[in-house]
Nanobody
Framework: QVQLVESGGGLVQAGGSLRLSCAVSGSIFSISAMGWYRQAPGKQRELVATVTYRGGRTNYAESVKGRFTISRDTAKNTWNLQMNSLNPEDTGVYYC????????WGKGTLVTVSS
């Protein structure tokens, strides 16, 4: 059974940093990309950043470009999201995702940025 487990969320002041990590247990085949999505209160889930499994090509939401960095370790099937210069609009539940023949999701980790 495949499980994705996020870690690293928490409460931080505006301007601060957090690092999220996601680990996969179980086997997933034909992975095309790994990513992070977030859902703010009362809003739909949105893409934050993705990285392709082969080649490491990254894609970011406009709102996080220059502040967030996604990285992956394909040998360990883990990936991270370094978040700098956080602002209150970054508050939400952050979900890690694997895009393969199916989509896999973690349960989410809460990030709260206070002003």
């Amino acid at each position: 059974q495949v499980q994705l487990v996020e870690s690293g969320g928490g409460l931080v002041q505006a301007g601060g940093s957090l690092r999220l990590s996601c680990a996969v247990s179980g086997s997933i085949f034909s992975i095309s990309a790994m990513g992070w999505y977030r859902q703010a209160p009362g809003k739909q889930r949105e893409l934050v950043a993705t990285v392709t499994y082969r080649g490491g090509r990254t894609n970011y939401a406009e709102s996080v470009k220059g502040r967030f960095t996604i990285s992956r370790d394909t040998a360990k099937n883990t990936w991270n999201l370094q978040m700098n210069s956080l602002n209150p609009e970054d508050t939400g539940v952050y979900y890690c995702n694997v895009a393969a023949t199916s989509n896999y999701w973690g349960k989410g980790t809460l990030v709260t940025v206070s002003s």
